[in-house]
């Protein structure tokens, strides 16, 4: 959530800070604000998106060799101009953007308001700037260590980084459960919230730990603990290329995402997966083999998406490697008394790998004894570093909101975990582990297949894009399918959908149920297909509207289907990684059919940072 960007260098800060903006616009995007230096302190902010800044500030002098800027997605304070980042302080000598959420804010205010202090946003962030700047007046000391003294009262996650007026060469960071990346360049330095507007600059950065605090001059780094300890930067690099983060000709980074699917399956698969040779590598799995085999449990904790591909992984896991499997939501888990027992096994999924949800969920899984493993495809993202071991999923950066590829992507790897630990275990035998191998590996090929009738779901986009609303239903390994068939067109469409197990359906949901209801069903040939539609006569006999997503010559759908998307057959574990690429497809034709901003829907942001 929110995205910020700073420079301090040679260079023209300003269109640095701009095109940084535009790469994070996915993480919020209600309003934008940038602070320079130029002639003293000058903050500009407007509601809306980085383009409507942009145009707000054409034709003003800008010049600046360090700045800040902020994309916001609203906690605080509805989406305006003046709840727009940077904030200033009283003083005036210091601008500030944040990302995340000071909880014990409400506290602070009452001390500052207390001593005078008048607020001119709803924002936890003026209300943190304030609280630095007075610590700042009261001891008139450096500003990095009136950060470090506020920042011990706080509570709650950040990124903030302060912008001085009487520091034109430093700029001061700190963090605590929001990413911070900081680009190293020769003679300047680069910070954002991930790594895609630093990438053109430089390929070398650092990743700032949880309660550190960085003082940012031009030729220098310097990071330090809260205890005022220095610690030793360590820059990592960047394995990402600009191309990853374009839109490369597509209308839509969500298309683009889409359409990448036979490349970012295969590229999560290759160097693991060789079926040929029947084997399968993934070294963070293998050194907790014995543990995940022996578990009394797994337990996958995610959110939206990531969740889904969790309950896909739940029906592989139990089929194959019979170990009793929860999906949970990371809301829920870490505000419950979960029972968490050592031993047992939690799977983190996230593609963002910030999510704070998840990211608190495990850290208290870990601290009663679990073993955390992560799924996850930012890497060097804080949930990758608090898993004991994991996979990635290098799918490459998703940057349309709504997670696609990165959702296959997690599929191929947990079902790889899957096959992994039930071919060891003894549950899965050689056979059909050697057939799902040379599945799997087939599935790439396949989803290329399948991306060649995207014209037909177009077709069916202009013709259902008026709907009021949307049932999906699916059993067995395609249930997951149905929930995020629907998750994707709330989000990209803005109509009401809803996804049920087919059978549950006839337990209320079928009261929705006319002529002007579009149910999709995902059909697929599998060990369900006769009781999926005995649910497809249900819907038919109440005259719905049936849309299938089924296998070639599957005749009994077709007669009972308004219409019928065709998917390459493949076992019914895999199934999933095929069926829900129409759904992301559909979602994807009717927003744009209603002339929505598809990779920007709103009131989402991409990476929820916040609880
Ligand atoms: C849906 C979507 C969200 C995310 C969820 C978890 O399209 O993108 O539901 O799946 O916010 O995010 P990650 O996977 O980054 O933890």
């Known amino acids: 959530m929110c995205g910020i960007v700073a420079y301090i260098g040679q260079r023209e800060a300003y269109p640095i800070i701009l095109k940084g903006l535009k790469r994070l616009e996915y993480r919020g995007y209600d309003s934008a604000g940038i602070a320079l230096l130029n002639g003293g302190l000058k903050v500009y902010k407007k509601k809306g998106k980085v383009a409507n800044l942009e145009e707000e500030l054409q034709g003003k002098d800008l010049h600046s060799n360090i700045g800040i800027g902020h994309t916001r997605w609203a906690t605080h304070g509805e989406p305006s101009d003046r709840n727009a980042h940077p904030h200033t302080a009283a003083s005036g000598r210091f601008a500030m953007i944040h990302n995340g959420i000071i909880e014990n804010y409400a506290q602070l205010k009452q001390e500052l308001v207390n001593k005078g202090y008048v607020f001119h946003s709803d924002t936890d962030t003026e209300v943190l700037l304030n609280f630095i700047d007075d610590i700042q007046k009261n001891n008139n000391c450096e500003p990095e260590e009136a950060v470090r003294i506020a920042l011990k009262r706080v509570v709650g996650a950040y990124v903030i980084v302060l912008l001085d007026r009487e520091n034109p060469e430093t700029l001061i960071a700190a963090r605590k459960g929001s990413p911070l990346v900081i680009g190293v360049g020769k003679n300047e330095h680069f910070l954002a919230s991930d790594a895609s507007p630093i990438i053109e600059y430089t390929k070398e950065v650092v990743y700032v730990n949880d309660y550190e605090i960085a003082i940012i001059r031009p030729d220098e780094l310097i990071l330090k603990n809260l205890g005022n300890e220095r610690q030793t930067p360590f820059i990592t690099k960047l394995d990402m290329e600009l191309a990853a983060i374009e839109k490369g000709g597509y209308d839509h980074f969500m298309l683009k995402e889409i359409f990448e699917q036979p490349q970012t399956i295969y590229d999560c698969l290759r160097g693991r997966l060789d079926a040929t040779a029947g084997t399968i590598t993934m070294s963070g799995v293998e050194k907790y083999a014995e543990q995940i085999m022996n578990a009394n449990r797994i337990v996958m904790v995610a959110c939206g998406t990531s969740w889904h591909a969790g309950l896909v992984a739940e029906y592989i896991f139990e089929e194959l490697c019979r170990i009793n499997v929860e999906v949970e939501y990371a809301s829920e888990f870490r505000y419950r008394n979960p029972v968490i027992n050592p031993g047992d096994v939690i799977i983190a999924i996230s593609q963002s790998g910030e999510t704070a949800d998840t990211l608190v969920a495990i850290e208290n899984a870990k601290s009663k004894g679990a073993i955390i493993l992560g799924v996850v ?17 290098h799918a490459g950066p998703e940057i349309g909101v709504a997670s696609t590829k990165a959702f296959t992507a997690q599929l191929a790897v947990l079902t790889m975990i899957a096959l992994t630990i039930g071919y060891k275990k003894g549950t899965l035998g050689q056979q059909r582990y050697l057939q799902l191998l040379k599945e799997l590996e087939a599935i790439p090929e396949k989803v290329a297949t399948l991306l ?44 009401h959908a809803e996804g049920y197990p087919a059978a549950e359906m006839k ?32 819907i038919k006999a109440r005259k719905g509207m049936v849309i299938s997503v089924i296998n070639e010559g599957d005749e009994q759908s077709i007669a009972l289907s308004n219409d019928v998307i065709v998917v390459p057959e493949a076992d019914e574990i895999l199934a999933p990684m095929l069926s829900v690429i129409p759904m992301q497809l559909l979602a994807y034709y009717i927003g744009v059919a209603r002339g929505l901003d598809v990779d920007k829907p709103r009131n989402l942001a991409k990476s929820v940072t916040v609880e």
């Open 377 to 393: 495809n930012v890497v060097g993202s804080s949930i990758s570093r608090a898993s004991h071991a994991g996979a990635y999923t």
């Open 507 to 538: 337990h209320g949901p079928i009261a929705l149920v006319d002529e002007s209801l579009p149910v999709v069903f995902i059909a697929t040939k599998d060990s369900y297909h006769e009781k999926v539609i005995s649910n497809m006569q249900e």
């Open 452 to 495: 060649q009738s995207v014209d037909q779901i177009k077709n069916l986009a202009e013709k259902y894009k008026d709907a009021q609303d949307f049932l999906y239903l699916g059993r067995g390994y395609n249930f997951p399918v149905a929930l995020e068939g629907a998750l994707k067109l709330k989000e990209i469409s803005y109509i």
